[in-house]
């Protein structure tokens, strides 16, 4: 091997290595009362090899961490079918078991590498299918079409729209004291597996943000020494710098519609909010106070923005309205109400709020203006919804080192995702993926 | 402060009385005291030249002593009395040089980061307007905030975050 073949394959090995570093691990710490009892009977596979992924595996996982759920262990299983007709329905009323999911994959002949899994839902105790669907996609993706199947299963048996078969960005760090951080931005499913490693810097990289389609991203680097915000295809890699202004380049955030990206910039004194039209990188000013401007958001309606001022003298969110261009404070309880984020409902706000001491995690009904704190640990910030707005992922500190943790809307079910090594910020929840 | 010249300035002064020197022509009584006049002018140039240095290292010794570390309240950015203590050693030593500085501004851990970045911001600027209004030029001066994303030190609780809350001149 010469000397190129040699560092060539240690740099391969350095990126190995650090994705399995910033693998993140699932721990659920609260879930509902009486969460249903399903069973996720193994998969049959049928196909050159071994199959692509356990399946069954995956979808149990999701299932579980939704906290809704209290999937049946293999071992308490009395049978293994894949079938309909394979079914006894005593066999699982006999473990409780409210419900029960089977399945079958194969390796499609007439696409190299796809696959194709069917599945069929039943109601134990109606002793009756419910629910029976098929997904197809490369083997490669195995991973996802098990999400798939879970978000099928969720909807059907929660009436709300699973949020498995998504990903999440976040931003991971390995500290170096008295030196330089590792900045890593990474990509993973919506789970914390299969992480990619996006970006790796010595200086600071933060807020991840999805385009809605789900096919770019944008983030803050400081590569150059300064801020600046970069936009990012996911597919092909490609990255353009947008913005390079004198002082703050931060907080980007796309439109509903994908054509406009709102952030923060001080170029002209104080930090404020700006519009930059992608097609023609124009930019018009939205905030003009001296105070700090900060964290916009866009409502799912695209009409107006929420952001973070300290206007009054401390941070609290306020809405913009693109068309009257009329400012209105949203928040009054607590001194710190800050980084609003809004479910698709165009309701719920959840945000980081200072209650004595602590910043939480709390969501703001914006019908009834209350607010209901969703996290009792003291430094969590960072939130980001799910997008079937049922979860919100967030980070917080846990035995002095930086977590992702997650927490249900309503307050019902918590989990965390330490990673095994460094510490985790910033995660941002992707939209539904093509 | 009154400015000495500077060596180039003190050459031509040498060269100059030289040269007056060597026009006076004939008498050497008066080019003698005219050589001793000049040569003293120089030993007073050289020994203010001395001075100037002596004043300097006493002026990088002082801003040494008090470091490059600016220390803030939480959520402010009002410099503390003991920061303009500090930048007064600061200021007294760039105003005797044309050197550019950065400040880099800092946060605690504590609030959300894109805010902390905007405080950061803001407390950089709080130093550079001092600089400012005592004499120091505005384009010397690049201001940039790291937020809460370069912490001196890592743990939680007050004894930590009071390092963090920080600009510092590089």
């Known amino acids: ?434 | 402060m009154k400015l000495v010249p500077t060596v180039g300035k003190v050459t031509a002064l040498i060269f100059s009385a030289f040269l007056l020197a060597a026009c006076s022509g004939s008498d050497t009584q008066e080019q003698d005291e005219a050589a001793a006049r000049a040569a003293e002018e120089a030993a007073a140039r050289a020994a203010a030249a001395t001075a100037q240095q002596a004043e300097m290292q006493r002026l990088q010794e002082a801003a040494a002593a008090v470091g490059n570390l600016f220390y803030f309240e939480f959520d402010s950015s009002a410099l503390t009395q003991d920061s303009i203590n500090k930048l007064d050693a600061h200021i007294a030593l760039l105003q005797q040089t044309e050197r550019s500085i950065r400040l880099e501004g800092h946060a605690d851990e504590r609030g959300t980061r894109d805010y902390n970045m905007a405080l950061g911001e803001r407390r950089a600027n709080s130093v550079r307007d001092y600089m400012v209004a005592n004499g120091i030029a505005n384009y010397r001066i690049e201001t940039v905030s790291y937020g809460e994303e370069r912490p001196l030190a890592y743990g939680s609780g007050e004894a930590n975050w009071s390092q963090n809350r920080r600009v510092e001149l590089k």
Request: aromatic share 8%; with cysteine.
């Open chain 1, 1 to 434: 091997m010469n000397r190129t073949h040699a560092v060539f394959a240690s740099l391969l090995l350095l990126v190995c290595s650090l994705a399995a570093r910033a693998e993140l691990v699932i721990e659920i710490t609260q879930g509902v009362d009486n969460p249903t009892p399903i069973a996720v009977v193994p998969f049959t596979w049928s196909g050159a090899g071994t199959a692509p992924e356990d399946l069954a595996g995956v979808i149990d996982g999701d299932l579980a961490r939704s906290g809704q759920f209290d999937p049946v262990g293999r071992a308490d299983m009395l049978g293994r079918p894949s079938k309909p007709d394979e079914v006894f329905y005593r066999d699982w009323r006999a473990i409780g078991s409210d419900y029960l999911l089977i399945g079958r994959a194969r390796a499609l002949p007439e696409v190299v590498g796809h696959i194709q899994v069917e599945y069929e839902l039943f109601d134990v105790n109606r002793q009756m299918m419910v629910y029976s669907g098929m997904v197809k996609g490369p083997a490669s993706e195995a991973r996802m079409i098990a999400h798939r199947v879970a978000d099928a299963v969720y909807e059907k048996l929660t009436g709300i729209p699973g949020a498995f078969a998504t990903r999440m960005l976040y931003v991971s760090v390995t500290r170096v004291p008295g030196g330089k951080d590792y900045f890593r931005l990474t990509l993973a499913d919506s789970d914390g597996a299969r992480p990619i490693v996006l970006l790796e810097s010595r200086e600071p990289v933060l807020a991840p943000t999805w385009s809605p389609d789900g096919k770019h991203i944008a983030y803050v680097s400081f590569e150059t020494t300064r801020p600046a915000i970069y936009r990012q295809e996911l597919a092909t890699g490609k990255r353009e710098q947008l913005t390079n202004f004198r002082g703050l380049n931060g907080a980007p955030a796309w439109s509903p519609d994908g054509n406009t990206m709102a952030m923060v910039l001080s170029k002209d004194g104080s930090p404020d909010i700006y519009l930059m039209d992608l097609a023609t990188r124009r930019l018009t000013r939205v905030t003009t106070h001296y105070a700090i401007d900060t964290e916009p958001t866009w409502m799912p309606d695209g009409r107006s923005l929420l952001f973070t001022s300290d206007r009054g003298g401390k941070p609290q969110i306020y809405r913009y309205d693109m068309r009257s261009r009329d400012v209105q404070r949203l928040t009054f309880e607590g001194s710190y109400n800050a980084r609003a984020r809004v479910a698709q409902n165009g309701r719920d706000v959840v945000l980081v709020h200072q209650k004595d001491s602590d910043f939480n995690i709390a969501v703001l009904d914006l019908e009834t203006g209350r607010m209901l704190p969703l996290t009792t640990t003291e430094l969590d910030e960072s939130p980001s919804i799910a997008p079937n707005g049922s979860m919100v992922l967030y980070a917080t500190k846990h035995a002095g080192r930086g977590i992702l943790a997650a927490v249900a809307v309503n307050g019902s079910v918590k989990f965390r995702l330490p990673a095994r090594e460094g510490d985790v910020r910033e995660p941002a929840w992707s939209p539904y993926m093509p």
